[in-house]
């Protein structure tokens, strides 16, 4: 193996035991592992294969819009307007389902508004050369007044049982939710978009450095429209596992999620200003964040206190490496 | 030194699997409300806490989302289920939403019953319902009839469009003034919707107030919309011309009714009804009860509840406050 590096050009710079030691996926194995301590000391039905399973159904549904949105950040945009791409296109789903509609027609309407909504937040920013932050700051209004629009108050309860199943339905003896293992899916397709494929490689080159990457020949343009367009359709099949799962889609559902799903993927590891991130970062993010809000439901803590600790874990996986950075640093000197 | 630390944290593992196996056996009901700092349902808490004590060997969780949503409701059940407790007492957000978790919970052999907000009945055994909800509707528009010498305009601040209760109630509220002749100069205008958020209750109220200027009455039939919209009398500078009714708690109301802003409003007792449901949990749990017609179910110092028809219970009707009575009971809740 050593031998063959003289001679091809090395994907990356050869990385040491110390170096994977003090990389971000250690950290964020470290504060699981504590999570997981504090969590089975704090409570009793933690460490239960059948209650962490489905723990897993609601964070997995977020989940798959961190996938495609750290695709986005590490091309340096952002979306903001994706939960109100959720509430529009589950509003869109309730009502087709009001007006007689079978489950293939509504998952149909679901994706294909994602889709639009998507679209649009990218046909503004590729043509018009918006700002993405300024862009989805629009449409996150838009989306979600719309949905206002076309439903006021109220709520949509009812859907024909094959959509409901998609959402409720458990495998293998009724222990692993559907949401699970179309994460695990997505995730594994994103991995590898990311990582083997030159397309991977070239959103990192766009991110460090947009203009550098199209001079050298890449259509950045392209990419933009095709990630906020992804980024749509992640919303959309986030918005068909959490309407079918609650079998009711109203304006006001999904409130603060694309502050979560940012959350997920800055403490992934994915750098806010574009051109770093790993797939296998933003899964660990996922998995610490799930853990730490179920152990925290389990001992009955409100919402309020849980996104306060969900926000102070954010800060201090932002704040750890940068001080151990200096501590090492001043031991060399 | 890797293998060192991985085999600490396995062994950590191991012990807390261990600690956390033996345990005392309270019983453990759940109070799930519709939502947290709503002094209704803290005063309902108060009287499941008093049953606790009287019944010993009882531990009452008492939880709530902190915004009245379904499915803040769906993932405090679910984890409710994961932390195995004996019995979930339950106030509705959504009689449909809620069905798929509380079966769920039941299957897992958790008794589930709703009070004050019921779940639609294959997701429950019984109901406690506080009153009959005729009554309580009928009984509403008597008492606006009352406040504005039945003549004028009035208007409706709900709680959530989707909230089982409050809807009955006020379309048994639309059949008293079609049915009563007494009250043909008596004219619904509108319904509203404030969430149970006292800012959006007060919002609501402040456009009626300004969009009616006949406006005479507004009727709020849950405890959050009610004082909101006697705030809002008074701020707009319509005391002695837009009264105030509905159902609230004598202790948030009663400075309303010292400025001559409400006349008169009901309530039952919350603290009877939490008491109440607590003693009915625990026959279900016991399985004294079925929850089969004819059932019925000795609940301390409430006397014989029986069980009616699918599973309804009736606790007994509303009570009513006003200038003279009203410093009795604002100390009591």
Same mark, same amino acid.
């Given at each position: 193996?050593?031998?063959?590096?003289?001679?091809?050009?090395?994907?990356?710079?050869?990385?040491?035991?110390?170096?994977?030691?003090?990389?971000?996926?250690?950290?964020?194995?470290?504060?699981?592992?504590?999570?997981?301590?504090?969590?089975?000391?704090?409570?009793?039905?933690?460490?239960?294969?059948?209650?962490?399973?489905?723990?897993?159904?609601?964070?997995?549904?977020?989940?798959?819009?961190?996938?495609?949105?750290?695709?986005?950040?590490?091309?340096?945009?952002?979306?903001?307007?994706?939960?109100?791409?959720?509430?529009?296109?589950?509003?869109?789903?309730?009502?087709?389902?009001?007006?007689?509609? *079978?489950?293939?027609?509504?998952?149909?309407?679901?994706?294909?508004?994602?889709?639009?909504?998507?679209?649009?937040?990218?046909?503004?920013?590729?043509?018009?050369?918006?700002?993405?932050?300024?862009?989805?700051?629009?449409?996150? %209004?838009?989306?979600?007044?719309?949905?206002?629009?076309?439903?006021?108050?109220?709520?949509?309860? %009812?859907?024909?049982?094959?959509?409901? *199943?998609?959402?409720?339905?458990?495998?293998?003896?009724?222990?692993?939710?559907?949401?699970? =293992?179309?994460?695990?899916?997505?995730?594994?397709?994103?991995?590898?978009?990311?990582?083997?494929?030159?397309?991977?490689?070239?959103?990192?080159?766009?991110?460090?450095?947009?203009?550098?990457?199209?001079?050298?020949?890449?259509?950045?343009?392209?990419?933009?429209?095709?990630?906020?367009?992804?980024?749509?359709?992640?919303?959309?099949?986030?918005?068909?596992?959490?309407?079918?799962?609650?079998?009711?889609?109203?304006?006001?559902?999904?409130?603060?999620?694309?502050?979560?799903?940012?959350?997920?993927?800055?403490?992934?590891?994915?750098?806010?200003?574009?051109?770093?991130?790993? =797939?296998?970062?933003?899964?660990?993010?996922?998995?610490?964040?799930?853990?730490?809000?179920?152990?925290?439901?389990?001992?009955?803590?409100?919402?309020? =206190?849980?996104?306060?600790?969900?926000?102070?874990?954010?800060?201090?996986?932002?704040?750890?490496?940068?001080?151990?950075?200096?501590?090492?640093?001043?031991?060399?000197? | 030194?890797?293998?060192?630390?991985?085999?600490?944290?396995? +062994?950590?593992?191991?012990?807390?699997?261990?600690?956390?196996?033996?345990?005392?056996?309270?019983?453990?009901?759940?109070?799930?409300?519709?939502?947290?700092?709503?002094?209704?349902? #803290?005063?309902?808490?108060?009287?499941?806490?008093?049953?606790?004590?009287?019944?010993?060997?009882?531990?009452?969780?008492?939880?709530?989302?902190?915004?009245?949503? +379904?499915?803040?409701?769906?993932?405090?059940?679910?984890?409710?289920?994961?932390?195995?407790?004996?019995?979930?007492?339950?106030?509705?957000?959504?009689?449909?939403?809620?069905?798929?978790?509380?079966?769920?919970?039941?299957?897992?052999?958790?008794?589930?019953?709703?009070?004050?907000?019921?779940?639609?009945?294959?997701?429950?055994?019984?109901?406690?319902?506080?009153?009959?909800?005729?009554?309580?509707?009928?009984?509403?528009?008597?008492?606006?009839?009352?406040?504005?010498?039945?003549?004028?305009?009035?208007?409706?601040?709900?709680?959530?469009?989707? +909230?089982?209760?409050?809807?009955?109630?006020?379309?048994?509220?639309?059949?008293?003034?079609?049915?009563?002749?007494?009250?043909?100069?008596?004219?619904?205008?509108?319904?509203?919707?404030?969430?149970?958020?006292?800012?959006?209750?007060?919002?609501?109220?402040?456009?009626?107030?300004?969009?009616?200027?006949?406006?005479?009455?507004?009727?709020?039939?849950?405890?959050?919309?009610?004082?909101?919209?006697?705030?809002?009398?008074?701020? #707009?500078?319509?005391?002695?011309?837009?009264?105030?009714?509905?159902?609230?708690?004598?202790?948030?109301?009663?400075?309303?009714?010292?400025?001559?802003?409400?006349?008169?409003?009901?309530?039952?007792?919350?603290?009877?009804?939490?008491?109440?449901?607590?003693?009915?949990?625990?026959?279900?749990?016991?399985?004294?009860?079925?929850?089969?017609?004819?059932?019925?179910?000795? +609940?301390?110092?409430?006397?014989?509840?029986?069980?009616?028809?699918?599973?309804?219970?009736?606790?007994?009707?509303?009570?009513?406050?006003?200038?003279?009575?009203?410093? #009795?009971?604002?100390?009591?809740?």
């Amino acid at each position: 193996m050593e031998k063959n590096t003289a001679t091809v050009i090395p994907n990356s710079l050869p990385v040491s035991f110390s170096d994977r030691f003090r990389s971000r996926e250690a950290l964020l194995l470290g504060l699981i592992a504590i999570v997981v301590v504090v969590n089975s000391l704090l409570s009793p039905y933690f460490l239960d294969v059948y209650n962490l399973l489905d723990s897993t159904q609601n964070i997995s549904e977020k989940a798959m819009i961190v996938l495609t949105m750290t695709l986005v950040i590490i091309s340096r945009e952002i979306d903001i307007s994706v939960a109100s791409i959720i509430a529009l296109s589950g509003v869109l789903m309730g009502a087709a389902a009001a007006h007689g509609a *079978d489950t293939w027609m509504i998952l149909l309407v679901g994706l294909g508004t994602g889709t639009l909504a998507g679209l649009f937040n990218g046909l503004l920013v590729t043509q018009l050369e918006l700002p993405s932050i300024i862009v989805t700051i629009g449409t996150m %209004s838009l989306y979600r007044g719309i949905a206002f629009i076309i439903l006021g108050d109220q709520a949509y309860t %009812s859907f024909p049982a094959s959509f409901e *199943d998609i959402g409720q339905t458990y495998l293998v003896n009724g222990m692993i939710p559907t949401q699970l =293992i179309a994460f695990v899916f997505f995730a594994i397709i994103f991995w590898i978009v990311l990582h083997k494929t030159i397309y991977g490689r070239r959103l990192y080159a766009i991110g460090n450095n947009p203009v550098g990457a199209r001079y050298s020949g890449i259509r950045v343009n392209n990419y933009r429209l095709v990630l906020l367009t992804l980024n749509g359709v992640a919303s959309a099949i986030t918005a068909i596992f959490l309407v079918s799962r609650i079998a009711t889609s109203r304006p006001n559902m999904a409130m603060g999620w694309e502050l979560e799903v940012i959350t997920i993927a800055i403490l992934g590891g994915v750098s806010i200003f574009g051109g770093a991130g790993k =797939i296998t970062g933003v899964i660990l993010a996922v998995l610490l964040i799930g853990l730490v809000q179920f152990g925290m439901q389990l001992i009955n803590v409100p919402g309020v =206190i849980m996104s306060i600790i969900t926000g102070l874990l954010l800060i201090i996986s932002l704040v750890l490496p940068i001080i151990l950075s200096m501590f090492y640093k001043r031991r060399r000197a | 030194m890797n293998r060192k630390l991985i085999f600490a944290v396995l +062994a950590i593992f191991a012990l807390s699997l261990f600690s956390s196996t033996g345990f005392a056996k309270d019983l453990k009901i759940a109070l799930v409300v519709k939502n947290l700092g709503n002094g209704f349902f #803290e005063a309902s808490n108060r009287g499941a806490q008093e049953a606790a004590k009287e019944l010993g060997g009882v531990e009452v969780i008492y939880t709530g989302p902190t915004t009245p949503t +379904a499915e803040g409701q769906i993932e405090i059940i679910r984890s409710l289920i994961a932390q195995k407790v004996d019995g979930i007492i339950i106030s509705a957000n959504d009689p449909d939403s809620l069905v798929t978790i509380t079966k769920r919970a039941m299957q897992r052999g958790i008794p589930v019953m709703s009070y004050d907000s019921g779940i639609n009945s294959q997701g429950r055994i019984v109901h406690l319902a506080p009153s009959d909800s005729k009554f309580i509707g009928y009984q509403q528009v008597e008492l606006m009839g009352q406040a504005i010498d039945y003549k004028g305009e009035f208007a409706i601040v709900s709680a959530s469009s989707q +909230a089982t209760n409050q809807n009955e109630w006020i379309g048994f509220m639309k059949e008293a003034l079609e049915k009563d002749a007494k009250y043909k100069d008596m004219k619904l205008v509108a319904v509203t919707y404030g969430d149970d958020q006292t800012d959006k209750s007060y919002r609501e109220a402040q456009a009626l107030i300004r969009k009616y200027p006949e406006l005479k009455g507004i009727e709020a039939p849950t405890s959050v919309g009610f004082p909101a919209s006697g705030k809002a009398v008074i701020d #707009e500078g319509k005391v002695g011309s837009i009264y105030v009714t509905g159902l609230g708690l004598p202790s948030e109301v009663a400075g309303y009714v010292k400025k001559d802003v409400v006349k008169n409003f009901a309530l039952w007792n919350p603290v009877d009804l939490g008491y109440s449901s607590v003693y009915i949990m625990k026959s279900l749990i016991n399985k004294e009860i079925a929850g089969k017609n004819g059932d019925v179910v000795k +609940a301390g110092r409430m006397g014989d509840i029986p069980v009616r028809e699918d599973g309804l219970m009736v606790m007994g009707s509303p009570f009513v406050f006003n200038a003279e009575n009203i410093d #009795e009971w604002s100390p009591v809740f």
